[in-house]
């Protein structure tokens, strides 16, 4: 049951709720409305006291009772509350996708106002590892900037995509904090200041990371409606649900009071469930009335311990403390539940009763995987007397509806499935074949359960006659302390070969290796050689090929440090035009809000000018003065449509110099990583052309 329940009266959006001791003592609530702006709730606020101190002039808050509403002028992004420095106070964060503002509740006052060209679509506070202080950690557009409680810039890094999750969590063991990390392009990946420690991709855009005990952290994914939730413990994944409905938040609660926390979900359909983390087992669900818009947990009763406070879009608040009592399931999830049952048992029943299903005892599938003709093909073939009907393929997001289901027009022998993955790196795929006898009613299910390498999109092929125009300059070059027959290992795991590569031991190509490839998605040529002296060289025209053999074979050999020199003219020549469209745009912006202020200040002084004649009784004044606001406010909503455009393609440059920059970090790895990144960015900051070429060939 309930231990307390209200209404806010307020349309709330779903994601951005959070809680926070603003005065150190008393619990708020905080919730982004529809309106873009901020709501505060204070339940032991007494209506008409006003804050401790007067309220500055940049003052945003108004108070209304228990309620006030915070003015942000833009749509909120993100919302956060932490501690920072030595007041016990939390401080309230607001992203948008401009800016980042710090503001302390209390005091009615901004404690820090960053502008961010990358946005701020999340936002956390913790102790990372590798710094000596508390951050605010903010995911943007590709990037993610660390501050400190001054607002300057103590770390940045870039992202694959938009950065939409984020944790402080100590991911190895070692007794520091890691950074979590979550974007739309369905990664997850744990780091170590600019160090990668670990990285997987999930079937969906991943919405929220939450740390939960020892070296496990939850979850949650969402694509087109479809909500997925799961639990890893160092890198391996302990279980995940799959949902028709769409997660909105996750968070960590021990709601039965055993001593260990809960992984409590809420999702789109109102429901919020609690699992066991170990093996996500549901012990707690409850139905609200509308959408979920965010669980926190907070002391709202002031008894002294917190409360799990459930917030719906509606702004129905609902509290549940600590070994609230377990709702039974729903009478339609039993009776599935035996009906399942139910089913198997006469499946079993009727296959022990008809006397050919000795018939297939001991069958099996012959498998056969390959890399040609654009694809990972699949071959199976059933026993003899058996046909193969139709076969089911699952991966995690490699198919839009997480299934390929391959059915021949009639049963035959042999089935070859076509498989082609967007990205590089391994992919477990599990099959279910359906076979039989023909003209029998009696089917039988095989499994197979096979993980493909992670280069598998790439086959094996002879040095071409005629290789593609400057490939023999392009690529990476670099020194592995290495022999070639390890290196000549790690590509037979990461392959799918016919014959297995081997390092020449004696004569003229002793300890050479040279292996050439050609992409499945693009038919792109490839080489990857190393001599004797341990000089490797990847020929490639493609700078994010080049980045995953790189760091791969990193991990593979146990490097830490390794500078590589590096020649992607194209690359260049893209980063290059996205400066050169950086620069304008930030050049037409400078001048539009030039133009803007000019227009603005014209406004006020018509504004006074018509109130004159309104209170002169000068109608033709008045007329002229409209006309004239009219004519100004036509051009302030041309010059606004402008600056929109304008800023979404500032947006896109950014990007684009985002990922030309993580690009040039993973041809190296370790202090020469950090120092690409570093360098392209000053040399972005400056506009200087000749450093940001610089630093992309040679670090």
């Given at each position: 049951m309930a231990t307390f329940s209200l209404n806010l009266h307020r349309r709330l959006e779903a994601g951005f709720v959070a809680s926070g001791k603003f005065d150190g003592s008393h619990a708020c609530l905080t919730a982004a409305t529809s309106s873009g702006n901020v709501l505060v709730h204070s339940p032991h606020r007494e209506a008409g006291v006003s804050n401790h101190q007067e309220p500055s002039s940049e003052a945003r808050l108004t108070w209304s009772g228990e309620l006030a509403e915070l003015q942000i002028g833009k749509e909120v992004t993100a919302l956060h509350t932490g501690r920072l420095g030595e007041d016990g106070r939390d401080v309230f964060f607001v992203g948008t996708s401009t800016h980042i503002l710090a503001y302390q509740i209390e005091d009615n006052a901004d404690l820090f106002y960053k502008e961010?060209?990358?946005?701020?679509?999340?936002?956390?506070?913790?102790?990372?590892?590798?710094?000596?202080?508390?951050?605010?950690?903010?995911?943007?557009?590709?990037?993610?900037?660390?501050?400190?409680?001054?607002?300057?810039?103590?770390?940045?890094?870039?992202a694959r995509e938009k950065v939409t999750a984020l944790a402080v969590f100590d991911f190895d063991g070692d007794g520091d904090n890691e950074l979590l990390?979550?974007?739309?392009?369905?990664?997850?990946?744990?780091?170590?200041?600019?160090?990668?420690?670990?990285?997987?991709?999930?079937?969906?855009?991943?919405?929220?990371?939450?740390?939960?005990?020892?070296?496990?952290?939850?979850?949650?994914?969402?694509l087109e409606g479809n909500g997925t939730v799961g639990v890893y413990n160092s890198g391996n994944i302990l279980w995940r649900i799959k949902s028709k409905h769409k997660v909105i938040t996750i968070r960590a609660f021990d709601l039965n009071g055993d001593g260990a926390v809960e992984l409590l979900t809420g999702w789109s359909s109102g429901k919020v469930d609690a699992r066991l983390c170990s093996n996500g087992q549901v012990i707690f669900k409850v139905q609200m009335g509308a959408p979920i818009a965010g669980l926190v947990e907070a002391d709202y009763r002031r008894a002294g311990k917190p409360d799990l406070v459930i917030v719906t879009v509606a702004g129905e608040v609902r509290g549940y403390a600590v070994g609230s009592a377990m709702e039974t399931p729903e009478l339609g999830d039993e009776h599935r539940e035996l009906m399942a049952k139910k089913q198997a048992l006469q499946m079993e029943l009727r296959q022990r009763t008809v006397a050919e299903?000795?018939?297939?005892?001991?069958?099996?599938?012959?498998?056969?995987?390959?890399?040609?003709?654009?694809?990972?093909?699949?071959?199976?073939?059933?026993?003899?007397?058996?046909l193969i009907y139709y076969s089911m393929v699952f991966a995690e997001g490699i198919f839009e509806g997480e299934s390929l289901v391959i059915h021949p027009s009639k049963p035959q022998g042999e089935l070859e499935i076509a498989l082609r993955f967007p990205k590089n790196g391994p992919v477990d795929i599990h099959v279910k074949t359906c076979v039989g006898a023909s003209g029998s009613d009696l089917m039988m299910v095989l499994e197979l359960t096979h993980q493909l390498p992670q280069l598998c999109m790439y086959e094996s092929i002879p040095r071409p006659q005629q290789l593609p125009d400057g490939l023999e300059d392009r690529g990476v070059v670099m020194q592995v302390p290495e022999r070639a027959q390890r290196v000549a290992l790690w590509l037979n795991q990461s392959l799918i070969l016919s014959a297995e590569i081997e390092v020449a031991e004696v004569g003229p190509k002793a300890g050479h290796l040279e292996v050439w490839l050609r992409g499945l998605r693009d038919q792109r040529i490839h080489c990857i050689e190393l001599d004797a002296t341990s000089k490797l060289k990847i020929r490639t025209e493609d700078p994010v090929f080049?980045?995953?053999?790189?760091?791969?074979?990193?991990?593979?050999?146990?490097?830490?440090e390794l500078s590589s020199e590096a020649n992607f003219p194209e690359e260049e020549r893209r980063m290059l035009d996205a400066l050169q469209r950086f620069k304008g745009y930030k050049e037409v912006d400078a001048r539009l809000q030039a133009e803007t202020a000019g227009s603005s200040s014209h406004v006020k002084n018509l504004i006074v000018r018509l109130e004159d004649a309104r209170i002169l009784e000068d109608i033709e004044g008045m007329r002229m003065r409209l006309n004239q606001l009219k004519i100004i406010n036509g051009d302030l909503i041309r010059d606004h449509e402008i600056r929109s455009k304008?800023?979404?393609?500032?947006?896109?440059?950014?990007?684009?110099?985002?990922?030309?920059?993580?690009?040039?970090?993973?041809?190296?790895?370790?202090?020469?990583?950090?120092?690409?990144?570093?360098?392209c960015r000053e040399a972005i900051k400056e506009e200087n052309e000749d450093e940001l070429i610089s630093a992309i060939r040679h670090n």
């Open positions: 961010l060209p990358d946005g701020a679509y999340c936002i956390t506070v913790g102790k990372l590892g590798w710094l000596p202080n508390h951050v605010v950690v903010v995911g943007g557009n590709c990037s993610i900037t660390v501050l400190d409680i001054q607002a300057d810039e103590v770390f940045w890094t870039v990390s979550g974007t739309t392009d369905f990664g997850i990946r744990a780091q170590k200041e600019d160090a990668i420690l670990w990285d997987t991709v999930e079937n969906a855009p991943v919405i929220a990371l939450h740390a939960l005990s020892e070296r496990e952290f939850a979850y949650a994914a969402c299903s000795n018939y297939y005892l001991g069958s099996k599938l012959a498998v056969s995987i390959a890399s040609a003709r654009g694809a990972v093909r699949l071959g199976l073939a059933s026993g003899p007397g058996l080049a980045g995953d053999v790189v760091q791969a074979l990193a991990i593979y050999l146990g490097l830490r304008s800023y979404g393609e500032f947006v896109g440059a950014l990007k684009e110099l985002n990922v030309g920059i993580q690009n040039a970090s993973r041809f190296r790895v370790g202090k020469a990583a950090t120092s690409t990144v570093q360098r």
